[in-house]
């Protein structure tokens, strides 16, 4: 019997999954910022030594990275994927370079496009969002990252970190 074709392509995974290896920086860093801190979001320091989930104050230079997606026990094995998230004052995994997967909310990623950060609240748009297209002074680019390919029917997509702006 012939063998049969599954699919085109494949989806992109989760957000907050890396998406290749070996170039890559993640850090570890407590989340001080008293909310749940979702696989996938972007991440500023706190003051503290600590991150949170960026705000409306966020800035291109105080973007630190963006929270990974990883197996945090045995106990929560299975809240690893779509939805996964940290707790206050849990251990974060920031990822600082190299290339994750993550949901774009607005616009259509390009390999090589600019990444958006929403800083302004819309309707059906939320303060964090990252976004494949500019919306005025409601979002912020980053300067150290890129798109790295189109997103899937899920909305994830590779966005590559250049370089480290903080430590």
Do not use: H
């Not at 290749?20 to 030594?49: H, K, M």
């Not at 607005?106 to 302004?120: F, H, K, N, S």
Request: glycine letters at 14%; a negative charge; one cysteine or more.
């Amino acid at each position: 019997m012939p063998g049969k074709v599954i699919g085109k392509s494949l989806n992109n995974g989760f957000a907050g999954s890396f998406a290749r290896t070996p170039d890559s920086i993640i850090v570890t860093r407590p989340n001080n910022g008293g909310d749940n801190i979702l696989f996938g979001t972007v991440l500023v320091y706190d003051g503290t030594g600590g991150v949170k989930a960026a705000d409306d104050a966020f800035t291109a230079t105080a973007f630190v990275g963006i929270a990974g997606r990883e197996t945090k026990s045995a106990l929560n094995y299975l809240d690893q994927d779509g939805g996964g998230e940290y707790a206050p004052e849990e251990a974060v995994s920031v990822f600082q370079r190299g290339s994750i997967n993550v949901l774009c909310k607005q616009g259509t990623p390009a390999v090589g496009g600019r990444v958006y950060v929403r800083v302004e609240e819309d309707t059906g748009k939320a303060i964090g969002d990252i976004e494949a297209v500019a919306d005025g002074n409601n979002s912020i680019a980053l300067t150290n990252a890129q798109w790295g390919g189109s997103k899937d029917a899920n909305g994830v997509c590779e966005l590559v970190l250049l370089t480290r702006i903080n430590a």
